[in-house]
């Protein structure tokens, strides 16, 4: 028995097998290594979901078995980048980090164009490029790519899976990391696994929730919430045999059963597919509703933090240099249990994304300030992924008792949001379009590109300076800030959206338009709107690189005393240092004064990098409309 796993017999036991199953393998021994180090952890956290079956060292043993096979079929330069990683896992920390994001059509027509835009990308200075699903789905029902039918084939409109791997390469020989979704809580209906189970195959009828009445479905729908009321109602579709499923989602789309180890099995050996075509990130796709049990609300359970630090552990063990990056919009209480070095190592930032939003239509800096201070740090060895905008709509996810110790009312502050961004708020100078409207509970997300939430749409002449503001704060807050490609142009509203077959009942379709060539070819013309967003966040991204107070994610929240401005102190804790760095950014439409008495541990003087502007802190100044500085302060 090997001394490392001396404590427990039944890991022991896995070992030996394996070890006699695979060892005269010339791959196993650097398997092997990872395997001692990282088993007990997988074993620890899938004991709680399937340790009580008869089968359980059967199954762990199975598992193994396929990851040493992707683990073998793992090519050399993946396997040196695992080295790499392992050697600095704090790589993405760095203040050099620049994620982007498109789809692949809708941004280059299929995977041969993307890699065609490499040297765009590299313009903009991207090192991170997630794009949306590109895997096989069925048309037009495909929820923008995320009703799989196969995780091992492109939509053959963008081309191949070789295709898909060739530009991962290519990526990585730019020094950018290809970032995809694993779509792991649902498939299409179309999959080989749900054509199975429709067939009634006794197998695969137990990749899914399949029952043959209403009893079950109405016993879990007493508490799961309905997600998408105007698809369908409740948490099932009826399938055609008069059988139900679940479809958390859309009824084309059909929860995969994780109470069956064989369905855990199975995307297993998806994720490391994926992993060996050379993708470094997994954007961990609806996170919150992977576990179904009785009685409960069906997110957020224990055992679905289970089955991700799972998942985690054999990616260790098979593709050290892959990380997880958590989609989870949800109470900003639930969205931090997600992130931790043995989960997921990255998250998106729901909260400070809708704070923003919140922040530009009140004028008040209240509930983001409040944010920053007490729900900005998170774990070591983690950082957030800071957005703007994404593919997805803007809900209000802050949290009503947070809200409620600034007098605001969450409900009614959400509908002011609501109507404010649709423009059913008078002076309102955003051009938003209502998703899922729900009149019966008063439920509403926005959607809308960035720069017609802005203004940009009406031509408001404070909507440039908004959209900068808004990715200032992105790029200067910590973690690792990410662009929705189109933003950099200041990409209007498809006002065609709903023309598109299967996009009618959608509206997020109004913010993925196609790439505008014509505003992109304007990006070095100064005169034009996308010219000056283009400079102004590109000058924000070369300053942000040369500032290693800007790398990691550590903040300390710095209250101006002006209810429009927001403030922040960077200084690189962790990250070599740098010292102090003061953001300030003024909110609001009107010139805001910041008092000297708020500045007086600053330096008597400081420069605002942004401008190249002096200012002296002992008598105070003023900030101009929509205006944000970054002031050197390492010298005091």
């Known amino acids: 028995m090997p001394a490392w796993a001396a404590s427990d017999e039944q890991q022991s036991r896995v070992w030996a097998a394996l070890s006699e199953q695979l060892g005269d393998d010339a791959q196993w021994p650097a398997f092997d290594a990872r395997l001692r180090a990282h088993l007990g952890d997988l074993r620890r956290e899938l004991a709680p979901l399937y340790g009580a079956r008869p089968d359980f060292e059967a199954f762990l043993i199975k598992l193994l078995g396929n990851a040493f096979s992707a683990w073998r079929e793992r090519s050399p330069e993946l396997k040196a980048l695992d080295q790499a990683r392992e050697a600095d896992p704090q790589w993405f920390h760095s203040n050099r980090m620049l994620g982007g994001v498109c789809y692949v059509d809708l ?59 060739h530009l991962a390469q290519r990526l990585r020989e730019e020094g950018i990391s290809l970032v995809l979704d694993f779509v792991f809580n649902h498939t299409s209906d179309e999959h080989d696994w749900a054509r199975g189970a429709l067939a009634k195959d006794p197998f695969y009828s137990e990749f899914f929730y399949i029952f043959p009445d209403r009893t079950q479905p109405d016993a879990y729908e007493r508490t799961v919430r309905e997600i998408f009321p105007d698809e369908h109602p409740g948490a099932f579709s009826q399938l055609e045999d008069g059988r139900w499923v679940w479809t958390t989602f859309h009824s084309y789309q059909w929860d995969l059963n994780y109470g069956n180890p064989e369905v855990f099995n199975a995307m297993a050996g998806e994720m490391l597919f994926i992993a060996n075509l050379g993708v470094e990130f997994l954007r961990m796709d609806a996170v919150a509703f992977i576990w179904k049990r009785l009685g409960t609300p069906c997110e957020n359970l224990p ?61 008040e800096v209240n509930m983001l300030q409040k944010a920053l201070e007490q729900r900005h740090h998170i774990p070591d060895g ?9 593919h997805d709509d803007i809900g209000w996810t802050f949290a009503d008792e947070d809200a409620i110790q600034m007098g605001i009312q969450g409900f009614d502050h959400r509908t002011f949001l609501n109507r404010f961004y649709v423009n059913r708020f008078a002076g309102s100078f955003a051009r938003g379009v209502p998703f899922q409207d729900n009149p019966a509970t008063g439920d509403c997300r926005i959607s809308g590109t960035a720069a017609s939430l802005c203004g940009l749409e009406q031509g408001d002449p404070h909507a440039v300076a908004r959209l900068l503001l808004l990715y200032g704060v992105v790029l ?9 490609l189109g933003d950099e ?30 505003r992109s070819a304007q990006r070095d013309d100064p005169s034009t709107a996308p010219g000056r967003i283009y400079a102004g966040l590109r000058h924000l991204i070369a300053l942000r690189q040369h500032l290693p107070s800007l790398a990691g ?21 962790g990250q070599g240092g ?6 300030l950014g003024n909110f609001s439409e009107h010139p805001q004064a910041i008092d000297a008495a708020v500045l007086l541990g600053m330096p008597a003087a400081a420069v605002d990098l942004i401008g190249q502007t002096a200012f002296n802190l002992r008598t105070g100044f003023t900030l101009a409309p929509y205006q944000m500085v970054w002031l050197d302060c390492r010298g005091g």
């Open 489 to 518: 142009i200041g990409a209007l509203n498809d006002l065609h959206w709903a023309d598109d077959p299967g996009h009618g009942g959608d509206s997020r379709w109004v913010h993925r338009p196609v790439r505008d060539l014509a």
């Open 553 to 573: 994610g550590r903040l300390h929240a710095f209250w101006t005393r002006n209810r429009s401005v927001l403030g922040y102190l960077r200084s690189g804790e």
């Open 578 to 583: 740098g010292g102090n760095i003061l953001v």
């Open 303 to 363: 055992e679905a933090h289970h089955l991700l630090r799972a998942y985690n552990a054999l990616a260790r063990i098979a593709a050290p240099s892959l990380l997880f990056k958590s989609e989870a919009i949800v109470h900003p209480d639930d969205v931090v249990k997600y992130i931790e070095p043995a989960e997921c190592q990255i998250s998106y930032n729901p909260l400070q994304m809708a704070l923003l939003w919140n922040t530009l239509a009140t004028r």
């Open 107 to 165: 941004f280059a027509g299929d995977l041969k164009g993307i890699e065609a835009s490499i040297p765009y990308f590299k313009e903009l200075g991207l090192t991170y490029l997630h794009l949306m699903p590109p895997f096989l789905c069925p048309e037009p029902h495909s929820d923008g790519g995320y009703a799989v039918s196969s995780y091992r084939a492109v939509k053959p409109s963008l081309g191949r899976i070789e295709d898909l791997r």
């Open 476 to 484: 200067s807050s910590g973690g690792i800030p990410l662009i929705y």
């Open 382 to 390: 983690t950082a957030w992924v800071n957005y703007v905008r994404s």
